[in-house]
């Protein structure tokens, strides 16, 4: 199981969008729509913030969207705040009850 | 909503085994062996990114990262709603802050706060 691949980093201005994108492989993120994504501050436990692909738990604002296509899972953040400088991780289920985190993103309000 | 929190030793020797204790709160469970949730150890080694360790499910069915199988155990004690980690044979690659997590879907909802786990003699 080799880690999903994310970019390091991302960066916006308040108010803005960004976009991290998640790739994995047809035995993960491709066969499965069970992709999840937490937010983590420093110090902090992750929180979920999408699970299957798009779906936002409650009381998460809708400021956070995810989607894939193929092999590639995507967060996008949009009206960037400043709470929301934190890394970002994707997850995927990976086939036989187990999962496969992604590399993790450090996301910059500037 | 459940309450998740990990308890064990915080400095543990090379080559000997690491033991973690996640006791689950909440009105919504009377179990940890029940159908409606499972439990998971996720790690994260200082400055790095997570890693999924393993999960228990209803019946006591454990799956493990296969990077890990041959060194790690999950076990619950239902009836004080408390799961446990277990990981022999450890070495500095094992120090980490370790996380236990319920999950009602596909995908971890409930997350501890994570205790840290240094191997050093």
């Given at each position: 199981q080799s880690a999903l691949t994310q970019p390091p980093s991302a960066s916006g201005s308040p108010g803005q969008s960004v976009t991290i994108s998640c790739a994995g492989t047809s035995s993960d993120v491709g066969a499965y729509d069970y992709v999840s994504w937490y937010q983590q501050h420093p110090g902090k436990a992750p929180k979920l913030i999408i699970y299957e692909v798009n779906q936002r738990p409650s009381g998460v604002?809708?400021?956070?969207?995810?989607?894939?296509?193929?092999?590639?899972?995507?967060?996008?953040?949009?009206?960037?705040?400043?709470?929301?400088?934190?890394?970002?991780?994707?997850?995927?289920?990976a086939g036989r009850n187990s999962f496969v985190f992604g590399t993790g993103t450090k996301v910059a309000v500037l | 909503q459940l309450q998740l929190q990990e308890s064990g030793p915080g400095l543990v020797k090379p080559s000997e085994t690491l033991s973690l204790t996640c006791t689950v709160s909440g009105d919504s469970i009377s179990s940890v062996n029940t159908v409606t949730?499972?439990?998971?150890?996720?790690?994260?080694?200082?400055?790095?990114?997570?890693?999924?360790?393993?999960?228990?499910?209803?019946?006591?069915?454990?799956?493990?990262?296969?990077?890990?199988?041959?060194?790690?155990?999950?076990?619950?004690?239902?009836?004080?709603?408390?799961?446990?980690?277990?990981?022999?044979?450890?070495?500095?690659a094992d120090t980490a802050v370790y996380f236990c997590a319920g999950s009602d879907g596909v995908e971890f909802d409930f997350w501890g706060p994570g205790t840290l786990v240094t191997v050093s003699s």
């Open positions: 604002p809708d400021r956070f969207s995810g989607s894939k296509s193929g092999d590639t899972a995507s967060l996008t953040v949009s009206g960037l705040q400043a709470e929301d400088e934190a890394a970002y991780y994707c997850c995927s289920y | 949730h499972y439990w998971a150890w996720i790690r994260q080694p200082p400055g790095k990114g997570l890693e999924w360790v393993g999960s228990f499910y209803y019946g006591g069915s454990t799956y493990y990262n296969s990077s890990l199988k041959s060194r790690v155990t999950i076990s619950v004690d239902a009836s004080e709603k408390q799961f446990y980690l277990r990981l022999d044979s450890v070495t500095a």
